[in-house]
């Protein structure tokens, strides 16, 4: 290598080492455009499964796609807003019988580790915590898209998460094991950049 070629190299590195990381973006639940779900699934008695959700949450992503690894994830659920389409059962879901909605208004993710995997696979574990007890839950997560918005061109991302839990580890043990302890949680989201 010649003088000026190292000079050359030199100084193309000096810049390019100066220059700082891409730093992790911040995506915001599109809650204004109704374009997020948290629902769950329970074996109602052995013979069905009984689907609801929650109409009300919130959260944000902080996507990091050079490293996905450091990515995290905040989620918070309004536990009042509980639905699954029968007034009765949802009145009983808001009682200290389960989500006990008067004492333990939210239910919260926030997550601890992501483990990125192929294809936009990842999986995503932090503390759920819900009725006051926190507990470290893994769910399987998939990056759906990331891009501009078809119709304002304005930059959104959309995933999709499963993952299934024992309500009695929170203590929500109520008909148990007619009703069933495993939970299947679904979570779909889409998020605006920030």
């Known amino acids: 290598m010649n003088r000026i070629t190292a000079l050359i190299l ?5 810049v390019a080492t100066s220059l700082p990381a891409k730093a992790a973006e911040t995506y915001a639940f599109d809650v204004a455009g109704a374009h997020v ?5 329970i074996s109602h008695l052995g013979f069905s499964t009984m689907h609801g959700r929650f109409d009300k949450l919130d959260g944000s992503i902080q ?13 918070v659920i ?4 509980v639905n699954t389409h029968h007034a009765q059962r949802d009145g009983h879901l808001k009682s200290p019988d389960f989500f006990n909605a008067g004492e333990f208004p939210e239910i919260t993710f926030v997550s601890t580790k992501v483990t990125p995997g192929a294809d936009g696979l990842a999986k995503v574990t ?5 009725l006051g007890v926190t507990k470290s839950v893994t769910l399987d997560a998939k990056l759906i ?17 499963r993952g299934t839990i024992k309500r009695s580890d929170f ?3 109520y008909g148990l094991p007619v009703i069933g302890d495993e939970v ?9 950049k920030q």
Do not use: C, R
């Open 184 to 192: 299947t949680l679904l979570l779909d989201i889409e998020a605006n």
């Open 126 to 130: 932090g503390d759920l915590t819900m």
């Open 145 to 161: 898209n990331v891009g501009p918005h078809p119709f304002n061109k304005k930059p959104i991302a959309a995933w999709s998460a």
């Open 171 to 173: 203590g929500i043990k």
């Open 10 to 14: 030199g100084a193309f590195l000096a």
């Open 78 to 81: 309004q536990t009042a807003s």
């Open 37 to 41: 779900y948290a629902g769950f699934q």
């Open 63 to 75: 996507y990091d796609a050079a490293n996905p690894s450091a990515s995290k994830v905040n989620v």
